[in-house]
């Protein structure tokens, strides 16, 4: 992982713990609390990859195991949001295109949501934590679903298009200029596809224009 990786990561981390922790705890929101560490660790891994998206789960979750008011034991959401990392990180496209749906992120969301709440509750049963049993496992799912889904479309894209600049990726710079990025589907449900075949047919017309110019230039040469 290259240095502005890093960089990036831990800046990001940091200023979702500091946002989870002083103003998203303190909503008092019925069931979970929408999980700004989850959808950091989903944009980063949707854009490095399976195996930068483990390490950087794993970070973000060890820090959120030791940062006050934690209390769980340690290494718990660590493992949670390894796991989570790197399963969304094998969406990645291996030809480093983009993701321009909508949709695909956000069953991404809606997914590593529930499973993150699954295989937390799952880990504290093993070491002997009930606390899901009390407050309802399904009323957990089905909030933590709603809450990330929503703040989602604020988050993730932003996320995704900061680590491609911090990459100096030149993908990032054409889809930035032309509006077809995963950041336009996400508010637009798929607008981007509609401006590609747009420029794609345009670029088609032009095409045959000039074909069709350079055929009667040949026909007035051979006359």
């Given at each position: ?65 030791i ?91 932003l ?33 981007g ?31």
């Amino acid at each position: 992982m290259r240095f502005n990786r890093m960089l990036l990561s831990t800046t990001l981390v940091v200023v979702a713990l500091v946002i989870q922790v002083t103003v998203l705890a303190r909503l008092q929101l019925p069931g979970a609390v929408p999980d700004l560490m989850l959808l950091t660790v989903l944009g980063l891994a949707m854009v490095y990859g399976h195996v930068a998206g483990a390490f950087i789960g794993f970070g973000a979750g060890l820090l959120a195991d030791i940062a006050p008011p934690a209390d769980h034991a340690a290494g718990r959401y660590a493992l949670v949001l390894c796991v989570i990392g790197y399963l969304a990180g094998l969406i990645r496209p291996d030809n480093g295109q983009q993701l321009r749906s909508a949709t695909g992120p956000m069953v991404v969301v809606v997914a590593a949501a529930i499973g993150s709440t699954l295989l937390y509750a799952g880990v504290g049963a093993l070491v002997g934590d009930t606390a899901a049993r009390h407050v309802g496992l399904g009323s957990l799912l089905f909030t933590a679903a709603v809450y990330d889904l929503i703040l989602a479309p604020f988050t993730v894209p932003l996320i995704m298009w900061l680590a491609r600049r911090s990459d100096n990726d030149p993908l990032a710079e054409s889809q930035s200029s032309h509006g077809a990025d995963v950041a336009s589907g996400w508010l637009t449900s798929g607008t981007g596809l509609r401006l590609g075949a747009q420029r794609s047919g345009l670029r088609i017309r032009a095409a045959r224009t000039r074909a069709a110019r350079a055929g009667r230039i040949k026909g007035v040469k051979r006359l």
